[in-house]
């Protein structure tokens, strides 16, 4: 039996930080509580940067927005609820991740994971942005899959995706 279901996913490429800040802007607008999503990708892949600027467009231009990699998470009140960004590539077992708040970031904000792949505890469904090396230097592509932990049917408007015209509802999975 699968766990995991793919449904909906979409396409994107950017060509500088800034474009792919643009595209976490506009995700920014969508987010409501219990939001969650995986950033994947190798290192300098662009999960913080996507982060950050998703971060900045909600709590304001001038917030700082530390990479986590130490700390592990950091908390940040924005207008509408409160954002959790983790940073699990330093994490080293179990116990620390039940110390992380997971439950309670699920539960009552919007979540944003880089190396979401050291994580067992799934939420029933969340959004993953797969970042990769584009075209040139400064080329990456985003590709954007909305997943679930169980077999139930996905609302499919709820994150309809969205930003691109390459989106695809994909039902052969
Ligand atoms: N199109 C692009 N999108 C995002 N970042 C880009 C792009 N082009 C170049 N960059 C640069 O690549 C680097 C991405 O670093 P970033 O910290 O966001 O990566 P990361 O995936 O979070 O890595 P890590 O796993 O080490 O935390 C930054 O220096 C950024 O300026
Ligand atoms: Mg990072």
């Known amino acids: 039996m ?25 995700m920014a607008a969508l987010l409501k509580p219990q939001d969650v999503i995986f950033l994947k990708g190798d290192l300098g892949a662009g999960k913080s940067t996507f982060a950050r600027a998703l971060i900045q467009s909600l709590c304001g231009k ?9 700390t592990l998470v950091q908390m940040y009140e924005t207008p509408n609820f409160p954002l959790w960004h983790f940073d699990l590539y330093r994490l080293e077992n179990e ?15 919007v979540s944003l994971i880089e ?10 469904t969340w959004i993953e942005i797969v970042f990769a090396p584009g075209e040139g230097g400064e080329g990456r592509t985003l590709q954007i899959t909305k997943k679930e932990k169980n077999h139930k049917k996905l609302n ?11 989106g695809k509802n994909d039902e052969s999975h």
């Open 62 to 70: 001038s917030t700082e927005v530390p990479s986590p990699t130490f």
């Open 156 to 166: 499919q408007k709820s994150m309809r995706f969205f930003l691109s015209p390459e």
């Open 115 to 124: 190396w979401p792949e050291r994580l067992s505890l799934l939420p029933p």
């Open 2 to 26: 699968k766990t995991q279901q793919e449904t909906l996913f979409s396409l994107h490429k950017t060509n500088s930080p800034e474009e792919t800040g643009a595209l976490a802007e506009q």
């Open 95 to 109: 116990t620390d991740l039940c110390e992380l708040g997971f439950e309670e970031a699920y539960q009552a904000g």
